[in-house]
């Protein structure tokens, strides 16, 4: 008796010590998880220094609390049990929420990384032609329409060729399919709209060449007015939607364009649309030009352009491009938009009913960018990119969404997404957000004009529609945007 006494008393002794194993263990896991879950939410830096002091020490305290809980000897173990759920509780929280703040803090350095802006220029045969590479062409002529030294500087590193000028840029794109010319150099963006206006020109074309160029911007055209600054709390963002697919870093014609003016005093914002073919003068050229053909020459010219334009300071932009719109979208499981018409879009042949229509990435992008369908043309499509990205802010600030597709979301949005926005910027607005939680009020206006045929500097001498900017539209816009900012 007393030796089987003995054995249950070392087995107790045994199961004791491994339960004591176990929760000092647990504890020392349970605090690597505080700490890193910790650094984790303050290195993300978007909480306001009040609410650190009150994270930090009731972190200190709770932890502090429950290991003392879990450790120490009670007279009745249920304690014990009872504190091991708790830490196994919340250890599964800190991972999900570190798992958000890494993810976090991943992209906003992605998006805060400078960019420099490129431009791809192409040498451009028939598909039939017998030059293959760009040692084919030497001393050969070679047709362009704006193209920067550089480039052109390049590829005379590679082949002597002799350089002819022209004046239009579907003349050119012209001259080569029938034969007239043999060889052309053409940007990125230029073939794009050649592709567009020229039947056969993609099918019946070959790039030999890639030349790249890069566009400079100084410092000085980046200064701002200080009065106007997120630290001040008064200031306006241009977003420019680009229409090209891929990497971000490449410029390209701005399709949709928008100034968000914002007041963090009064928390108001408003946001004014500018057609994409509005009739304005290129900051850097002092020449006539459609708005959408800024983003040709860099998204710094768009947004001194429309400085220029509308009288005002442009401190930040935002650029995404169709990857962004057709990514997010699909990310978010597609979105509800209400059309004003029922009409089938030139792009992708998507029919659209009138009232509410369910949109995957690019039902949502032919939907913004249709404009051919309406009378309005470009009123309307102005008025359909509103309408798309009111549905996604919907979708993206549902709290299911936000829940279970957050990284996914910001997955989505790495590589085609530009700002000149600083990451501590960002955090302030975050901060003064968190410390007054008043509601925003949103309001939207759109410049108006009249369709005209013009020529303009990027195309030369072509007739093109524009859109002659409504002298009335215009002054309201003004006006409107300086009662928001100067209140």
């Known amino acids: 008796m007393k030796e089987q006494a003995n054995t249950s008393k070392k087995k107790i002794g045994e199961r004791n010590k491994k339960l004591d194993i176990f929760l000092k263990v647990t504890a020392f896991v349970y605090t690597v998880i505080t700490i890193i879950f910790y650094i984790s939410v303050i290195k993300l830096n978007l909480l306001p220094g009040i609410y650190v002091t009150i994270f930090t020490i009731a972190e200190i305290f709770f932890t502090m609390a429950i290991l003392i809980g879990l450790l120490k000897v009670h007279k009745t173990p249920k304690l014990n049990l009872i504190c091991l759920v708790v830490i196994l509780l919340l250890s599964g929280v800190y991972i999900f929420v570190t798992n958000y703040t890494l993810a976090t803090g991943n992209f906003l350095d992605n998006v805060f990384q400078e960019v420099a802006q490129t431009e791809e220029y192409y040498i451009i045969v028939k598909k039939d032609s017998k030059y293959e590479k760009i040692e084919d062409i030497q001393n050969q002529n070679v047709y362009l329409f704006q193209v920067p030294d550089d480039a052109k500087q390049e ?189 089938t879009s030139v792009i992708g042949g998507y029919h659209f009913n009138k009232g509410k229509n369910y949109m995957n990435g690019e039902q949502a992008l ?81 410049l108006t004009g009249t369709g005209a045929n013009n020529t303009t500097y990027s195309m030369g001498s072509q007739l093109l529609y524009t859109m002659v900017p409504n002298t009335t539209s215009v002054t309201e816009a003004k006006q409107k945007i300086k009662e928001i900012i100067e209140k």
């Open 366 to 446: 032919a939907f913004s960018r249709e404009r051919q369908a309406f009378a309005s043309g470009d009123s309307q499509r102005v008025k359909n990119q509103q309408k798309v990205i009111e549905a996604i802010m919907k979708k993206v600030l549902n709290s299911k969404t936000l829940l279970t597709k957050y990284t996914n979301i910001l997955d989505s949005l790495k590589g085609s997404f530009q700002t000149n926005i600083k990451q501590d910027e960002i955090s302030e607005l975050v901060k003064g957000q968190l410390n007054d939680m008043s509601a925003w009020t949103i309001k939207t206006n759109s």
């Open 155 to 343: 590829v005379q590193n590679k082949s002597s060729v002799n350089f002819k000028t022209q004046n239009s840029l579907t003349d050119l794109g012209k001259q080569l399919m029938n034969s007239k010319v043999k060889i052309i150099f053409i940007s990125s963006v230029q073939k794009s709209i050649l592709e567009e206006e020229i039947e056969n020109f993609k099918s019946d074309t070959k790039v030999i060449y890639t030349a790249k160029h890069e566009i400079k911007v100084s410092k000085k055209e980046e200064e701002k007015d200080s009065k106007y600054s997120v630290q001040n709390g008064i200031f306006n963002v241009y977003i420019s939607g680009v229409d090209t697919s891929g990497n971000i870093s490449n410029v390209a014609r701005s399709d949709a364009n928008m100034i968000a003016s914002i007041n963090t005093k009064t928390h108001e914002v408003l946001i004014t649309s500018i057609p994409r073919d509005y009739y304005v003068t290129l900051h850097s050229y002092g020449a006539k030009d459609k708005l959408t053909h800024t983003g040709i020459y860099g998204i710094n010219e768009t947004v001194k352009t429309v400085e220029d334009f509308l009288d005002i300071d442009i401190n930040y932009y935002v650029r995404v491009n169709f990857t962004t719109v057709i990514k997010l979208v699909d990310t978010l499981g597609g979105i509800e938009v209400n059309s004003d018409y029922a009409f």
